[in-house]
T-cell receptor, first 110, second 113 residues
Framework: TQLLEQSPQFLSIQEGENLTVYCNSS?????LQWYRQEPGEGPVLLVT?????EVKKLKRLTFQFGDARKDSSLHITAAQPGDTGLYLC??????????FGGGTRVLVKP | NAGVTQTPKFRVLKTGQSMTLLCAQD?????MYWYRQDPGMGLRLIHY???????AKGEVPDGYNVSRLKKQNFLLGLESAAPSQTSVYFC????????????FGPGTRLTVL
């Protein structure tokens, strides 16, 4: 079983601060995805990274895939209350099934 | 285009009762999935299907059965519910490319007393 560990589990910050969420594994993934989930809803895909070392930006969110394709990070610049939610990373390996991390709950206070 | 829909949204069962959760997608996707989400554990795959008439076990299949008689529908059954099956259940679908977006339904919150 491939495990994905996310850290921290919970993050509370003030509006305007920066934050980074980490997703680590001992396994290699062919691609890695980040999702955001709001209360009472299903996860929504934010980004897919495929190449080792790849960096993708989505407005104030920056996603990086580790060189060895075993880890990833999500950095939010100048966080806003609308960024509040549960962030999930998910890796895809052999068999095309996704393995999800335990999630990081982010609270951005106004 | 409704995407992925799930019924019911909420359900309370007594131990030993049975029920079926319905997932429907209108995107003509080949792949469909059932996950359960428990606090601090992310989403765990219960069963999945790579096409009409085919199903396969995921990470936590015990106590659940599935059927995919029609391409657009994926049913999850609990034959004899147990308190350990209290969870939020999510259905998802995606097209057949390995990097295609996986779309999730809104979830079903199930409580087993």
């Amino acid at each position: 079983t491939q495990l994905l560990e996310q850290s921290p589990q919970f993050l509370s910050i003030q509006e305007g601060e920066n934050l980074t969420v980490y997703c680590n594994s001992s396994s290699v993934f062919s691609s890695l995805q980040w999702y955001r989930q709001e209360p009472g809803e299903g996860p929504v895909l934010l980004v897919t990274v495929v190449t080792g070392g790849e960096v993708k930006k989505l407005k104030r969110l920056t996603f990086q895939f580790g060189d060895a394709r075993k880890d990833s990070s999500l950095h939010i610049t100048a966080a806003q209350p609308g960024d509040t939610g549960l962030y999930l990373c998910a890796g895809r390996a052999a068999g095309n099934k996704l393995t999800f991390g335990g999630g990081t709950r982010v609270l951005v206070k106004p | 285009n409704a995407g992925v829909t799930q019924t019911p949204k909420f359900r309370v069962l007594k131990t030993g009762q049975s029920m079926t959760l319905l997932c429907a997608q209108d995107m003509n996707h080949e792949y469909m999935y059932w996950y359960r989400q428990d606090p601090g554990m992310g989403l765990r795959l219960i069963h999945y299907s790579v096409g009409e008439g085919t199903t396969a076990k995921g990470e936590v299949p015990d106590g659940y059965n599935v059927s995919r008689l029609k391409k657009q529908n994926f049913l999850l059954g609990l034959e004899s519910a147990a308190p350990s099956q209290t969870s939020v259940y999510f259905c998802a679908s995606r097209a057949s490319g390995s990097t295609d977006t996986q779309y999730f339904g809104p979830g079903t919150r199930l409580t087993v007393l």
